[in-house]
C-alpha cells in the first residue's frame, strides 16, 4: 500500500473526538523519558521555568508520562499531572484536544503530527531533524507540502562538533551501566546531567516557540485560553 500521508495514521472513536477529558484549553507534556534514552531528556529545571512562564500567558500544562519499569517523568510544580494514569489511548484523546504538545523525540511528537496538532519538539542533536521532523522542509517525508500544522523542531545539528553535519545517534549523557554509546559533551549538574546540545535549547526557545502558534493564526488567540 503507497505513502499517501507524510503522517501517522490514527483514529478516534466518535466519544473520544468529542469529549474532552479536560475542561478548557491547555497543552500536553512529558518532561522525561526512558532510562535507556537519558541523552534525549531536557533538564527538569528548565522545563519547571517552561511551565512558569507559559502560566503567566494563562496556558495550563497538562504533564503526561509512564510510570511502568525504565520510565522516568520528574514532577514538575504548577501542572495537572497524570503521569502514570494514562494508557495510549487515553494519551491520544489528551493530544486531540489539547492546544499542542512539548515533548522530546518521543511518541507524543508522533501522535501529535497524526492528529495534526501543534508541537514543539526538544529535539537537540542526537538525531538529524531530516530524519523524523514534520516540517514542510523536510524532503525525507512523503508529499511534505501536506504537512498541515508544521511541528517546531528544536535542533542542535550544525551547532556543535558531535552533530556538526548529522544526529550523534548516542544513548546516555553519563555511565550508568558500562554503556558504551555516551555523550561527548555532558552537562553534569546535581541531580540531573543533560546533554550540551539539549541544555544548548532553553526555556525562552520553547515558549518562542509555543507562542508561535498563536501568532500565525494556527490557534486562536491567546487571550482565550482560559476560556
Request: with cysteine.
Amino acid at each position: 500500500m503507497p505513502l499517501t500521508l507524510p503522517r501517522p495514521d490514527l483514529h478516534l472513536s466518535d466519544t473520544e473526538r468529542n469529549v474532552s477529558p479536560i475542561d478548557g484549553r491547555y497543552w500536553v507534556f512529558l518532561s522525561g523519558g526512558k532510562s535507556d534514552f537519558t541523552i534525549k531528556a531536557w533538564d527538569h529545571r528548565a522545563w519547571t521555568q517552561t511551565v512558569e512562564l507559559l502560566g503567566g500567558y494563562g496556558i495550563p500544562l497538562v504533564q503526561l508520562g509512564g510510570t511502568d519499569k525504565g520510565h522516568w517523568h520528574p514532577q514538575i510544580p504548577g501542572t495537572i499531572d497524570l503521569v502514570g494514569q494514562t494508557n495510549l489511548r487515553d494519551m491520544m484523546r489528551l493530544i486531540h484536544h489539547a492546544d499542542g504538545v512539548i515533548c522530546g523525540v518521543t511518541c507524543a511528537m508522533h501522535m501529535a503530527a497524526a492528529l495534526e496538532k501543534p508541537c514543539v519538539v526538544i529535539a537537540g542533536g542526537r538525531e538529524a531533524w531530516w530524519w523524523e521532523a514534520y516540517v514542510r522542509e523536510n524532503r525525507g517525508l512523503i508529499h511534505p507540502d501536506r504537512v498541515n500544522v508544521p511541528h517546531r523542531f528544536l535542533h542542535t545539528i550544525g551547532q556543535l562538533p558531535c552533530c556538526m553535519s548529522y544526529g550523534c545517534w548516542k544513548n546516555k549523557v553519563v555511565d550508568l551501566h558500562g554503556d558504551k554509546l555516551l555523550c561527548v559533551l555532558p552537562v553534569v549538574r546535581p541531580g540531573q546531567a543533560v546533554a550540551k546540545c539539549m541544555d544548548m535549547i532553553t526555556p525562552i526557545h520553547v515558549v518562542d516557540a509555543v507562542m508561535s502558534y498563536y501568532t500565525d493564526n494556527t490557534l486562536p488567540p491567546i487571550k482565550d485560553a482560559k476560556a
